[in-house]
Every structure is written in structure tokens, then in C-alpha cells.
């Protein structure tokens, strides 16, 4: 085999080796972005949950509210 070709072929399999490195970093930083997110998303799901908690309380105090004024209202008639 020539001495050039050798060179070539070498210099080929570096360039596969740091194009994989490359893909493997950029993977890494993927798999922690995901991670971030799916954080992030746990999060809001839990201020949902509390905010709709919120929510049905203040609905449920206003309807008892009303039902209560009128109950109060049809005995005065």
C-alpha cells in the first residue's frame, strides 16, 4: 500500500472520529435540554393544578354565595 494512501486513509478516520465527537456533544446537550423541559414542564403542570384547584374553590364559594342569597331572597316574599 502506497504511503499516500495510508496518510489518506488516516486522516479520513480522524475526520469520522471528531465527526462523531461532534454528534455525541451536540446529542448530550439535546438530552439536557430535554431534561430542563420536561422539568419545566412538571412545573407549570403543577401551578395548573393548583391554579384550577384555586379555581373550583372560588367558583364553589361564589355559587354557595348566590344560593344562599336566594334561599334568603324567596323568604321574604
Given at each position: 500500500m502506497q504511503?499516500?494512501?495510508?496518510?489518506?486513509?488516516?486522516?479520513e478516520q480522524e475526520k469520522w472520529r471528531e465527526r462523531r465527537r461532534r454528534l455525541e456533544e451536540r446529542l448530550r446537550q439535546i438530552r439536557a435540554r430535554k431534561r430542563y423541559f420536561l422539568k419545566e414542564l412538571d412545573t407549570v403542570r403543577q401551578k395548573a393544578a393548583q391554579f384550577a384547584a384555586l379555581l373550583v374553590q372560588l367558583k364553589g364559594g361564589v355559587v354557595d354565595k348566590i344560593e344562599a342569597l336566594a334561599s334568603g331572597l324567596g323568604t321574604l316574599r
Amino acid at each position: 500500500m502506497q504511503a499516500s494512501r495510508v496518510l489518506l486513509a488516516l486522516q479520513e478516520q480522524e475526520k469520522w472520529r471528531e465527526r462523531r465527537r461532534r454528534l455525541e456533544e451536540r446529542l448530550r446537550q439535546i438530552r439536557a435540554r430535554k431534561r430542563y423541559f420536561l422539568k419545566e414542564l412538571d412545573t407549570v403542570r403543577q401551578k395548573a393544578a393548583q391554579f384550577a384547584a384555586l379555581l373550583v374553590q372560588l367558583k364553589g364559594g361564589v355559587v354557595d354565595k348566590i344560593e344562599a342569597l336566594a334561599s334568603g331572597l324567596g323568604t321574604l316574599r
